[in-house]
């Protein structure tokens, strides 16, 4: 075999399905941007799901429609089923981050085809020995009520060379696909290659280690049969037309065409792999233990790079809390195995950008924004790491053995793996109860398992009753607040109703802009329109009931003056984001937005809180072009091509059609790309007014702002609030002056009033002295209750009562603090009663901190408590006379 770099192996797989009619399509981002379900992008076809559901009936792709596509995908696989995160590194053919080609049908064709041009370009363009290769159909299923496929068998007989022993029969859990819980499912057919020696082949069949995990016996394609529908009840229904979904994984199939035995030794990860043997000064394959570290920080810096490229950050939830542990899990390698104890990662992001300039542009693109938010994750983590051996120290002073709670502690709090935690403690002589640590572990597992339960339905079943059938639906919002409309379809959801209409001026939820609401109406009945949603091309109007009567001409008016103040928060975002670029660099990139008829919210990346000089340029620039009430230039069907030379900012991961709207406030200031509605003019907008500025996640700030009515309202309150406060101070030449003149005051006040109070706390300790109990023991007692005193107060009564006794004395206060619901106690020893009658102070004020809802503790001499039952202190006071009886030795 000739040896092909990678970037010709994926041309080629390209170039093959062109030729067969195939639209090449770019990679969906491996962040899904509409699909609740998914945490990441895990396969192919998660961006041609409607589709295959049926809601759509073809690919949209360079102005045609398409029957069938081919591309590579960008996919994640760290958790549900897909979860390969803890082999990653020490296999040589798992990834979190992995490239999937792929080739559809929609409709069209169907078995023989995916077949027989599988094996055309694996044994005839590719040269692949057909006598490596096997094939595995699906054996059928009793539980489902599915025959085997012989179907797909006599295919591969009729359209390939294959060996008929090398055809086997598996089960459902290797040859069903389906893509969840629910949804399309169907038979598949994966193509296996046997990579072992001629010797080895001989002693044992390869058809005997298929799927048997064998590193050299592996699967490289699947081809998938999507003829079902999963439904929420678990049973299958046939879908309307049956489809193509194949995948091969890109990283295998080079290191098969290269002819290496290992995925990193493909120059898919060579380039990577040099430039970490060079920050660390050593060769890869001389070392297991360092070559492990070496593929895991190669492996890790993809995923974690593309993720943040397609717009996830790392953060504590959900994906973010994904990307964070495959960042810190690649840090902590390098740390521990390879000696990086500064930054190392994020130097990485280079080598990627170029590697994928060509076929993904988007690193490149934004190689700046990825490299910092790399950067400030390591930074952190390495001091956490830093914080967590000492903690590891404290931890196992003087122990023989480290607990499972604290092992997991390591791990949960502070990124240790058991396995470091593990290194560490044998180098200090220690042992770790891993037992207790996995029993933390799977607990948080289940919790994981529970809160990370997509349980959305994707067989989508809920069927349109369709009255009128038309192609022709528009959108006439941007021009009109009301319009004749039909009503086509409805359907119940849950509480609600959702209709589609013929046409509609009724702004649906999208780009961050909410839906209009308004009426539906006919003269007699009133509908209320409560939100819109957008869906393959339609707006589902959801509504607040059916009318009996659904026919006819209907007028549709949306709320004007709600929408009328939407607008001026959308246009100001386009101020806001052109000032922010301006005045803080042009590395800002909008990161998300939402605008309403109260605020707007915008996400930014950029690396530290603004400053609030920054905040007020902001906000002066964005009213000064409010009041120059520049007009809109709104351009629809702009050649997206012209949009670009023009420099109209767009956003990535977004996918935009051929054609798109530009939106121009200024052609020097501000022009993007935006479906939303927008004033007619700047100065329609009234006032901007920032209202907070926040972090989101790493590199990401956030701003919310006002304008309009809201920013007039927000001006008004202030100047009431303010007059209130002139009210209450009286005449000021300076307010805040005089304000914080009094908060000084007033400090003082209390100062004066605590020393006070303490003269009168120690005229009760003498007192209380003076009438000491003596218990039968002899031991003398001070006890009483000290209204008003705190936790400290107590204390410093306890040492003065312990200086004025000297011996034979054991002192024990309490107070109450009603209204917070606390309760204090104090208890101090004399030192003779320690030493010759065994007493502890610590070991007292614990039973009593008890019997107040509490608990303390502290030294022999001198030990407090506090509780939450205050009605219970004068109970625990009677109690302490047979408490210390009761210790003495």
């Known amino acids: 075999m000739s ?22 399509v770019d990679s969906a981002p491996v962040v899904p941007k509409n699909d609740p379900t998914l945490l990441f992008t895990n396969a192919g076809m998660n961006q041609f799901k409607a589709i295959f559901l049926g809601e759509e009936d073809a690919l949209k792709h360079d102005g045609k429609l398409w029957k069938r596509a081919a591309d590579t995908q960008k996919c994640i696989r760290v958790s549900g089923k897909h979860n390969d995160l803890e082999e990653v590194g020490h296999d040589t053919y798992h990834h979190t981050l992995f490239e999937m080609l792929g080739n559809w049908s929609f409709g069209d064709y169907f078995k023989k085809e995916a077949i027989g041009w599988a094996w055309e370009l694996l044994v005839d363009k590719w040269g692949l020995d057909p006598d490596r290769l096997y094939a595995t159909v699906f054996e059928g299923d009793e539980a489902d009520g599915l025959p085997a496929d012989d179907e797909a068998v006599e295919l591969w007989k009729s359209e390939t060379t294959i060996n008929h022993d090398h055809i086997l029969k598996c089960s459902k859990k290797d040859n069903f696909w389906e893509m969840g819980e629910t949804g399309p499912c169907g038979p598949c057919s994966e193509v296996h290659i046997d990579l072992r020696s001629d010797e080895e082949r001989k002693k044992k069949p390869g058809r005997d280690l298929v799927n048997m995990d064998d590193p050299r016996v592996m699967e490289i394609w699947n081809l998938v049969f999507i003829q079902f529908n999963r439904k929420p009840d678990t049973s299958l229904e046939k879908l309307p037309a049956q489809h193509v979904d194949t995948g091969m994984g890109f990283e295998r199939i080079c290191a098969v065409l290269q002819d290496k035995t290992s995925n990193y030794d493909t120059d898919v990860f060579t380039p990577l792999l040099d430039e970490i043997s060079d920050m660390a000064g050593l060769t890869y394959g001389e070392d297991e233990e360092k070559d492990i570290a070496m593929r895991v920080i190669a492996d890790h810096i993809r995923a974690v790079t593309f993720s943040i490229a397609d717009g996830a950050s790392p953060g504590n939830d959900g994906r973010g809390y994904v990307i964070r542990r495959i960042l810190r899990r690649a840090i902590r390698y390098g740390w521990d195995v390879l000696d990086f104890k500064e930054p190392f990662f994020y130097k990485l992001v280079d080598v990627l950008a170029e590697q994928f300039k060509d076929v993904f542009p988007e690193i490149k693109a934004q190689k700046e924004y990825i490299v910092n938010v790399i950067r400030s994750e390591e930074k952190s ?10 903690l590891f120290n404290e931890m196992v002073e003087g122990e023989k053995k480290l607990s499972g709670e604290d092992a997991f502690k390591l791990h949960d709090t502070y990124g240790f793996p058991i396995d470091l935690t593990e290194l560490m403690a044998r180098e200090r002589g220690v042992e770790v109860d891993v037992e207790g640590f996995n029993k933390h572990m799977q607990a948080q597992k289940e919790r994981a398992r529970a809160a990370g339960k997509f349980s959305v339905d994707q067989s989508d079943s809920k069927k349109w009753n369709v009255l ?8 006439v919002g941007y021009d009109n607040a009301e319009s004749e409309v039909e009503i086509l379809a409805y359907r119940k959801e849950g509480e609600r109703f959702a209709l589609q209409l013929n046409r509609t001026p009724f702004y649906a939820e999208s780009g961050g802009q909410v839906a209009d609401t308004g009426l539906i109406t006919n003269g007699d009945e009133y509908i209320k329109v409560l939100d819109v949603k957008k869906s393959n091309g339609q707006f589902i109007h959801y509504v607040d009931k059916l009318p009996e009567d659904l026919s006819g001409i209907w007028t549709a008016s949306i709320d004007l003056d709600r929408r009328i103040e939407i607008q001026k928060h959308h246009s100001a975002t386009h101020l806001v984001h052109s000032a922010l670029r301006g005045i803080l660099g042009d590395h800002v990139q909008q990161k998300g937005s939402l605008v309403d008829e109260h605020h707007l919210r915008f996400d930014f990346s950029h690396f530290e809180a603004m400053t609030d000089e920054q905040l007020d340029e902001v906000e002066q620039l964005v009213n000064k072009k409010i009041q120059e009430n520049i007009p809109l230039q709104e351009e629809r069907n702009v ?5 670009n030379d023009r420099g109209a900012m767009m956003l990535f991961g977004e996918k935009y059609g051929e054609s798109v709207r530009v939106i121009t406030f200024d052609e020097d200031y501000s022009v993007e790309l935006c479906g939303g509605t927008h004033v007619g003019a700047t100065g329609e907008i009234g006032y901007f007014r920032f209202t907070n500025e926040t972090s989101v996640a790493a590199g990401i700030r956030r701003i919310e702002a006002v304008c309009g009515m809201h920013a007039d309202k927000l001006l008004r309150d202030e100047k009431r609030l303010l007059q209130r406060v002139k009210g209450a101070i009286g005449q000021t030449e300076d307010l805040a002056a005089d304000v914080l003149k009094l908060i000084e005051e007033k400090k003082a006040l ?14 009760m300790l003498d007192e209380l002295i003076a009438n000491a109990g003596e218990l039968d023991s002899g031991i003398k007692l001070v ?33 109450k603090d009603e209204k917070e619901g606390k309760v204090y106690l104090m208890v101090a020893l004399t030192q003779d009663l320690i030493k010759e009658k065994g007493l502890k102070a610590g070991v007292l004020v614990g039973q009593l901190g008890r019997l107040v809802g509490g608990g303390g503790g502290g030294q022999p001499n001198l030990a407090t408590a506090g509780g939450r039952q205050p009605e219970k202190l004068s109970e625990a006071l009677e109690k302490v006379n047979e408490l210390i009886e009761e210790s003495i030795r």
């Open 3 to 24: 040896h092909k770099t990678s970037a010709q192996i994926r041309q080629e797989f390209f170039d093959f399905f062109a030729e067969k009619d195939h639209a090449i």
């Open 381 to 390: 983590f390495l001091k956490t790491l830093g914080q967590g051996i000492e």
């Open 468 to 475: 009128k059938k038309t192609d022709d639906f528009e959108f």
């Open 639 to 643: 050649p997206i091509e012209e949009a």
């Open 750 to 763: 209390e100062k004066e009033l605590e020393k006070v109070q303490m003269q009168n706390t120690g005229a």
């Open 783 to 815: 006890k009483g209750e000290i209204a008003g005193a705190d936790m400290d107060a107590l204390k410093q009564l306890g040492y003065d009562g312990i200086e004025k006794t000297k011996k034979n004395t054991a002192i024990v206060l309490g107070s």
